[in-house]
């Protein structure tokens, strides 16, 4: 395909049913992105003698939550399926791993319940007698490089996926914007872009 003769110097907004379905498809790439970011930075986090366990929990909820939502069913059915999973060139239980992943988001995001500590209240009892009231509670363990290792090879993977549908989309609207005629064009919503600030790419 050739170049355009000159650089287009104004965005409209499309809202084809392909339009929409290409920025769901620009969603889920994004979040899956955000897991790959939060899955590096979790193994720097691990790697030290003492991880902050605010940081390393903050990450991990971010990857689950992020991992998550590309699996959500919307109505254009752009969501990820197990289908995608099972089909990955990758070694191991994946389609496992994919629904433990699934189960933990549920953990980490239960309004209802900590996610970190399970408590427990007890009764100090001396010589038959209670002399006290105990507080006791059992820590969640952080997760493992070798956990978050797996589910950056699943969110790269899957990445590498919808960046070809995104391609592909791309032509389909591409095709549906050359079709309109000047004045149509002119008729949609203009997008306002942020200026790139000089030495950015």
Known sequence: MSAPSETPRTVRRIGSPA???????AAIFDDLQ?????????????????????VVESLWTTALLS????????????????DDVTSLELEGEVLGWHKMLRQLKKHYADPAKNPRETFEVGVAVADGVPQGVAITSTRQALPDTISVHQTGAIAYQLSQRVDQRIAEHQGTVLEG????????????DEVELTDTPEGDE
């Not at 339009?19 to 498809?25: G, K, P």
């Not at 991992?67 to 197990?82: D, I, K, Q, V």
């Not at 914007?177 to 949609?188: D, N, V």
């Open 19 to 25: 339009a929409v379905a290409l920025a769901d498809l």
């Open 177 to 188: 914007a050359r079709a309109l005629s000047p004045t149509e064009l002119e008729t949609l």
């Open 67 to 82: 991992y998550s939502r590309c699996f959500a069913p919307g109505e254009r059915g752009m969501n990820l399926t197990e």
């Open 34 to 54: 955000t897991v790959l970011l939060s899955c590096e930075r979790l193994v720097t986090q691990l790697s030290v003698p003492e991880p902050d366990p605010v």
